[in-house]
């Protein structure tokens, strides 16, 4: 059962980096206590929730990647012996449903028996659509290592959708530089660093 789960988990995380090429909205959170100032090593959490069933993938292999490009390129040095944050990530896909409603109008002909004739009438209604579909969210925890306590977390939500290996690499890029796009720290400051705009 618990392998089954897991199996499921890392599909999910692999339908929701084949996403929408126009790219996953992100939302964050952080704990309004945490000193990001004393912060500048990090490490893998262990065992990672994507790899809970006791191995790992082409997937996670690439998230890994991203996830440390992304670490350097913001002054944290990698350190598995005293990390100050570990790093940890996991995949989750939804079936969902959307209604719609479209107003809509139309003309129906009445027999007048007193005009001895049809008459056109209006008609107004609403025409009710459903769309099934997959969402699938990505989330990237920061973890203080010495407390065991999530500080920042960000997660990338997008529609699913098939795509080849080449296309879910890139987006698996793109989708890891979305998520810390969002992560406003350098290593060591407290100060939040505002993203120039592109």
């Known amino acids: 059962m618990f392998k089954h789960i897991t199996k499921t988990a890392l599909l999910a995380a692999t339908l929701l980096l084949a996403a929408c090429a126009s790219g996953p909205y992100v939302k964050t959170d952080q704990d309004p206590s945490a000193d990001f100032g004393r912060y500048r090593t990090w490490s893998y959490y262990t065992p990672l929730a994507m790899e809970q069933s006791g191995y790992s993938s082409w997937i996670t292999d690439r998230i890994k990647e991203d996830v440390r490009r992304e670490m350097t390129a913001r002054g944290y040095t990698y350190s598995e012996k005293s990390p100050d944050l570990k790093v940890n990530f996991q995949g989750v896909v939804r079936d969902r449903t959307a209604v719609y409603s479209t107003p809509m109008s139309d003309v129906q002909f009445l027999y007048s028996y007193r005009r001895r004739a049809y008459v056109a009438v209006?008609?107004?209604?609403?025409?009710?659509?459903?769309?099934?579909?997959?969402?699938?969210?990505?989330?990237?925890?920061?973890?203080?290592?010495?407390?065991?306590?999530?500080?920042?977390?960000?997660?990338?939500?997008?529609?699913?959708?098939?795509?080849?290996?080449?296309?879910?690499?890139?987006?698996?890029?793109?989708?890891?530089?979305?998520?810390?796009?969002?992560?406003?720290?350098?290593?060591?400051?407290?100060?939040?660093?505002?993203?120039?705009?592109k």
Not at 150 to 179: C, H, L, P, Y
């Open 122 to 197: 209006p008609v107004w209604y609403d025409q009710m659509e459903v769309s099934r579909y997959q969402e699938g969210t990505l989330s990237i925890d920061l973890v203080d290592a010495r407390q065991n306590r999530m500080v920042w977390t960000g997660d990338a939500i997008a529609t699913v959708q098939r795509m080849n290996v080449q296309e879910r690499a890139a987006n698996i890029d793109k989708t890891i530089s979305a998520v810390f796009a969002k992560y406003p720290y350098q290593a060591g400051s407290n100060q939040p660093v505002v993203p120039a705009k």
